[in-house]
Each structure stands twice: as C-alpha cells, then as structure tokens.
C-alpha cells in the first residue's frame, strides 16, 4: 500500500496518495466515495491502480469530509473541491496531470479543466456526467422527484447489506459485493453522502463544456443502452477537444468488469498528451465581476471635486481589500466602477456582498454584477463576451444588490447561497435572453 499523505487546502486536511512506474502525472477521482487504504483491500480497485501505476504517476485523493479527509460540515461545493486538488499537486511537486473523473465527479473535472487549464494536461469522463436531474437537452436523466427518491434509498440502505448486494449486482457472488461497498460505506456516513448527492442535483456544467479547451477523452462502455452511453455522446459533442471512445463491456461503474479495454484507452490517451506539447491556454473560464456607485453623479456634484476623489480613494481602497481577502484579481478600474476576475463564483459572490456592506459604511451605496463564461486571455487581462455580459447583468442590478446570471447560480451548489429569481432580461448588445438572480442577504 502506498503512504498516505496529507495536504493542507484552506483549514482541512486532504489525504492523497501518489504511485506508479509511469512519469506523467495522472489523477484519478471516482465518483461517490472512497477510502484510500481500505481501497488496497478491494480486489477490483486494487487491480484497477496497478493497471493505471504501469503507465502513470498515479495521484488518488479522498474528497474532502470523506475516507481519510478531515470532515467538513456541508457539501463542499465545486470550487473549494477544485483547491483541493490543486493543494494535493502543489504538495506532490505536480505541476500539471491529466485529471480522470468518473460518474458524478465529471463536473469537478469539467470545471477544473476549463478553470485551470495550466494545471490540467488532460481530461478524461470515464462514464462520467455533467449534471445529474433531467433537462431538455438530457431527457433521459432522472427527473428532480425520481432523483430524490433514489437518494432517499441510498440513505435508507447504508447498513443495509441487502441495499449493497442489490447495488452492486454486477459482481458474481454476495460476498463481493459487500466487499467492494465496505470502502465507501466506511468512508462517509449516510447524512453526509444524502447531503452530497443532494447538492449534486443542483449542479450543472453544461453551460461551461465549450471552455473546456484542453485534449479530452470521453470514454463509455458501450455494451447497454444507459444513462451513461447516452449522456457520452452530448458531451463529446459539446466540449470542442474531446475524442469519443466506446469500449465493450455493460457495467458503468469503470473498475468492475473487463478493466482492460478502459486502461487500454487510458494509456494511449496519457502516451499522446505526454508526448504533446502541453496546452498553453489563451481562453479561461473565469467568473467576471462589475461594481459601480450608484448616483455617483450626483454624489460627485455634492462633494466637489476634492471630497469626490477623497471618498474615490477611500471606496477604492475598501474594494481591493476585499478583492485580496477573496482571491480576485482586479483587471480594471474606470472612473467609479470596477471589473474583476475570480477562478470561483462563491468567492466572486461572497467578495460583491462583502464590498456593499463595506462600502456602504463610506455612505454610498454600489451595485454589483457577475457571469460565468470563457474568456479570452489578452494582454490587458481578458476579453470576451463574457466579460460584456458580466458588465450587461452589473448594469440590471439595484441598489446594494448582487445579480448573476443562471451559469453563475448553477456552479455554486453547496455553497450556503441562496438566490431570488429576477426574470427574463435581454442584455444590451448580447443576443438571447437571460435568466437572472439576485443573491439573498
């Protein structure tokens, strides 16, 4: 078995492991739950890492508030799950690794990718999803009520033996199947796995698939008609570098059955991206943030021109802070307005609320709005689209309020916001209409 490690990510401990005879760096993050010793146990798993450990650096990490991983209250959502990886590379002296996700970790991934491109060499989906409930595009997804009811039984049935024999129905004989659930009933327990999948159902990356820009394989048994060979195709479709590949086999969990044509896959992919010249992204996915001062007009007229630029300097001054304390980067500041960036829409959002309260303080009051989208990495900072959206949504906003656009409210489930929806807008010069959403106090 290999050490086990740990890394610090914020205030919580990641454990995470590193194995493997191959050179390029390769993190592997199944879906649900794991355990990282007790994985060495499972015949499956076992034979599933030695297989990745002949080709790769193998980086395997139990999710934060699982396994070995410090728990956490909450469902972590997707940007503090994305600082944990890169703190588990920082920690093992990876720079960049192809990131493998499975089953309902494919947002993670997809999210990491688009987000920080310099740290990913590639993407794989092994049998993995972008979102989990029923929409128009995915008609064969569960709907919200058939999803609840499925993680009401996980709930029910974590002591249940019987739930774990019927579970894992795939295996020959009972006594495997308890085998290979005993690694992720142990590792987190049936409040925190029915919170995890509940938030799960909140999460939607379809939105972001076109930033994906780094070579990705969308890998898929192709032996049954399912949820997941037909959830394969839309993805490989959607994300602009992707690579379909279906393998035989039936069983959508990717270590059980035949393992070698999926690891067969996996190699040739990991050999192409190594012997590749690594992508140097000139898009990102980042989430944009526009501030201004409401009335500054008439504000201005009041003060003169000396008390203008004395509360100019004093409201700038309080901006950044807050900007550093949330990890923005600020891209520019024209007159008595703001535009920043954020790798995460929470900090994006928590940073707007927390410069209002600051500001208002100075008596004024600003308005703030945020998008997520890809954006173009120019010398100035970014461009794009999404950064015109971002300042079209800020212009829609009232007094003291933060407003974003749906992409933003989907990418923030587990986060402890919640949102209030403001209708349909068409935004000045950006085609189609746009649902927003103003964030709660």
């Not at 992720?184 to 698939?209: C, Q, T």
């Not at 780094?214 to 479709?237: F, K, N």
Request: aromatic content about 6%; some cysteine; proline content about 5%.
């Amino acid at each position: 078995m290999p050490e086990t490690r740990y890394a610090r990510s914020g205030e919580v401990n990641i454990a995470y492991q590193v194995f493997g005879e191959g050179e390029t760096p390769f993190v592997w993050i199944p879906g649900f739950a794991q355990h990282l010793e007790l994985n060495w146990e499972e015949p499956n798993r076992r034979s599933w890492f030695e297989g990745l450990g002949e080709f790769a650096r193998v980086v395997v990490l139990d999710k934060r508030g699982t396994g070995l991983s410090d728990r956490v209250e909450g469902s972590p959502p997707l940007e503090v799950r994305m600082d944990d990886i890169r703190a588990v590379l920082d920690d093992a002296s990876i720079d960049r690794a192809v990131v493998c996700v499975a089953g309902d970790s494919g947002p993670l991934g997809i999210l990491f990718a688009a987000s920080h491109a310099e740290r990913a060499l590639g993407l794989i989906l092994c049998n993995a999803v972008a979102n989990s409930t029923r929409t128009h595009d995915l008609p064969w997804l569960d709907t919200p009520e058939e999803y609840a009811r499925s993680v009401d039984e996980v709930v029910r049935g974590w002591a249940d033996p019987d739930f774990w024999d019927e579970m894992f129905h795939e295996l020959p004989t009972r006594e495997e199947r308890l085998a290979f659930a005993r690694p992720i009933r142990l590792s987190v327990s049936p409040g925190s796995m029915g919170a995890y999948l509940r938030m799960n159902a909140d999460i939607d990356v379809r939105h972001i698939l076109s930033s994906v820009r780094v070579p990705t394989l969308v890998l898929a048994r192709a032996g049954r008609d399912s949820i997941i060979t037909r959830t394969a195709p839309y993805l490989a479709e959607h994300i602009p570098t992707a690579r379909l590949v279906r393998v035989e086999g039936d069983i959508s969990i990717p270590v059980l059955g035949d393992q070698r044509p999926m690891q067969a896959e996996i190699r040739r992919f990991v050999e192409e991206v190594a012997e590749g010249v690594p992508v140097e992204p000139d898009r990102i996915l980042a989430t944009v943030l526009f501030t201004d001062i409401v009335g500054s007009t008439a504000k201005a007229a009041e003060l003169g021109d000396a008390g203008w630029r004395e509360l100019l300097a004093a409201h700038h001054e309080r901006i950044r802070r807050e900007l550093s304390r949330f990890r923005g980067r600020e891209i520019d500041t024209a007159g008595d307005g703001f535009f920043a960036t954020f790798d995460g829409p929470a900090r994006a959002i928590r940073c707007a609320r927390a410069a209002i309260e600051s500001v208002r303080e100075l008596g004024i009051e600003i308005r703030a709005g945020l998008h997520t989208g890809e954006c173009e990495v120019v010398e100035a900072g970014v461009g794009g689209i999404a950064v015109h959206i971002g300042a079209r949504v800020s212009a829609e906003a009232a007094p003291g309020e933060v407003l974003v656009s749906s992409t933003v409210r989907d990418l923030v489930a587990g986060s402890g916001l919640e949102f209030r929806e403001r209708g349909i807008a068409d935004l000045k010069g950006v085609p189609g209409e746009w649902r927003l959403y103003a964030v709660e106090r």
